[in-house]
């Protein structure tokens, strides 16, 4: 039996065409059920999203003349859709989530989907829930057949199905979609607040970019003449820009940059919002030159990093943290952020929403998670630090689960080859799935040091095995759209997918990283690609130096092994059968 049921009707010059053929159920359905309702112009293809519990009276309302989009949008058609499943907080859930689904699918027509933008944005805020009951039954019952049945047969959508759509930015990151409590609680504390600054901790796939665009939507509508500055990583700027555009909150108070443009633009800002702000840069020699450059502004000469630049042009400096995502000797340290944000006020993210471990499983995401911490950072220190948010009660089992359908699993012999028929079978099956094989940063006998040039010219691989020849990704910037006739057999680095979700990921452990004497995992920097990863030759004879480039790379590897959502498998390259038995004693998987 149908969970919901559907009312199409014809509008014209304001008026509900087709009422009274309507059975009286569906009358009296229209005048008091709960009801989502779209409408939309055959001609001007623009569409209207709502909710309300009287539809008749909501329909006047529209059409009272106060409603300038319902006077110019032309609009001919409505469906009003019912369910057994409509109370407030499942109306709440659909309504957003069509929203959010109708921007993707209407990406390149900006202003093509409206909705109430004051009430959705407000919901966002922690007046609504994520979970309800029967949230999961929403979902299969409704939302998935009216777009697959209903909508897409009517030539309402362009996008068949929704896995379509599910992969893209604009809905993983949509500022309307619904906050766990966590998430909406903190908004709410920070909207409160304007004379606190915030740092936002969070592990990988734990929602701090989800929370950036939410946030800045909120900030947006409670404080409209705010000015905020939201710097972001270059691989992530066109995105955010788009999202905030397609989304109507293309303020002209709001700029979504990176930390040198934004400090180069030398403006001062009510509010700052910083993603990934262990990236942050500090001042160091080895980087890019526009990174340096900013610290000859006049007013930041006696500045030693960009967050102190940003200190000094915001009131309000919100940062989203991860200190296991520092990757490189020019970000800035752990001791110089904790000192500079020594008055902040420190909050944690608490769910997983990357990672999915596998229905039935006796294991979760979290349990991944600190199981990889556990892993890469037991001798470190870092795992006692109250950054990391780390669970030393971690359940193994996903780490021994040797099933077809394990989150987790690793091969010996041959990775690359092994790697890429793993997640070409996928595909085989999931032809929706963004699937990858990323790598660490090594080089070797077999996989060549990659160069800035090489990204232009295909011809070139770096990757080396048993006849079978790769690159490196092309670009860090959008690697995941780009359109490359290569581009899904590409190896990606750190610098390609940080702050990317993919669906299965393979991930090649190299000989940049090993075992050492004394039992503990090491870096190894003659094995490593990147120079500006690397301390000088005077600065590695610290051992603290040796220390922190060792976190560096186990940084990389973690950022490496927390992208996928539906599974990952490692490979290990070159024969680093250290790392591998290192990785099954401290896991105890077991032969």
Known sequence: MAKYSIVELAVSNGNLVGVDQLSNNQKRALELNNAIYIYRGTRSKKVYIGQTMHFIERHKQHYNGTEEKFSTADFNKVIVIFSVY??????DDVESQLITYFMADNSKKAGAVSFDHDDVINRTGGNSVNEYVGRENVASDVILPLWEKELWSRGWVSSST?????????????PIKQLTPEQGQLITEIIHNPDRNYVINGDAGTGKTVLLTHLVASILKERPEAKVGVVVQPNWEKTGENIFKIYGMNSRYLSVTTATKIITGNERYDVIIVDEAHKLSRKYGKQHPSFGQVYKIPGFEDCNSHLEILQKMGKQIILMYDVLQAIRPANITREVFQQLTAGY????????FRIQAPKGKSYTSDDYVNGIKYLLYKDTGLLASDLTNYNPNFNRDVFRDKSEDAYFGYFTGKPMHQLIDWIEEDRNFHAEHINRVLSGMFCCATADKWSSTHGKDPSITHFHEDGLNRRWNSTQENWINIGDEDAEDQIGSVFAVQGIDLNKVGVMIGPDIRVNEDGKLEAVPDNHNNTNNKFSVEEMADPMNQFEFTLYILNQYYVLLTRGIDGIRLGFWDGNDSFRKYMEDTLDIGA
């Open 86 to 91: 409509f109370n407030r907080s499942a109306m």
């Open 162 to 174: 929704l896995e379509e759509l599910r992969t893209k930015e604009l809905v993983k990151y949509s």
């Open 345 to 352: 006020e420190k909050k944690f993210l608490h769910t997983q």
